[in-house]
């Protein structure tokens, strides 16, 4: 229990110097403060992955760089909005559309040959090429190429659909809801 006493004054006397390699990277108190407490709470919460014996100063200021260089780039993604005209400002198309199509889509694939819906899927969804798709499925590369064809030959006939853009279009998508 003395270790964890001896511990956590150790921690607690570097503050300042933690505080203040935190405002020389952020040059903001606030900030300095914030960055420091983040340290301090994944020091406390991984305190039992500090080895003993090794520099706990330099084990404590690699947690408050790293915390800060996270917060940096979460930072950079993020768009200041305090009045919300940004967020006012953004449009979202309907997904329904998008749904339905998928829905018939699934059900497409499905009423294809096994083999040649494994085909497809591997080449034309998960993006294998033809050679690691016939090593997959144990066969030919020229078996692989026929399943392909075949596959989206059928699989367009089965949609109603003259080549793959029409699939998601809109009419194709309710005449598939309507069947």
Not at 2 to 24: E, H, K, N, T, Y
């Amino acid at each position: 229990m003395s270790s964890m006493s001896s511990w956590r004054d150790d921690v607690v006397g570097m503050i300042p110097a933690l505080r203040a390699f935190a405002w020389s990277l952020s040059h903001n108190g606030s900030d300095a403060d914030d960055l420091v407490q983040d340290t301090l709470i994944k020091a406390w919460s991984n305190r039992e992955k500090f080895e003993p014996g090794t520099n706990l100063r330099a084990w404590l200021f690699t947690i408050l760089r790293n915390t800060y260089y996270t917060n940096v780039l979460r930072r950079r993604r993020e768009v200041r909005d305090e009045n919300g005209d940004y967020a006012g400002s953004l449009r979202s198309p309907p997904t329904q559309d998008w749904s339905l199509a998928m829905r018939s889509l699934q059900a497409a694939l499905q009423q294809l040959p096994a083999e040649h819906r494994e085909a497809l899927i591997l080449v034309g969804a998960a993006g294998l090429s033809y050679e690691e798709a016939a090593e997959i499925c144990g066969c030919a590369l020229g078996t692989i190429k026929s399943r392909v064809n075949r596959a989206r030959t059928r699989l367009l006939k089965i949609m109603d659909a003259n080549d793959a853009n029409d699939v998601m279009a809109l009419d194709n998508v309710a005449a598939m809801g309507q069947a």
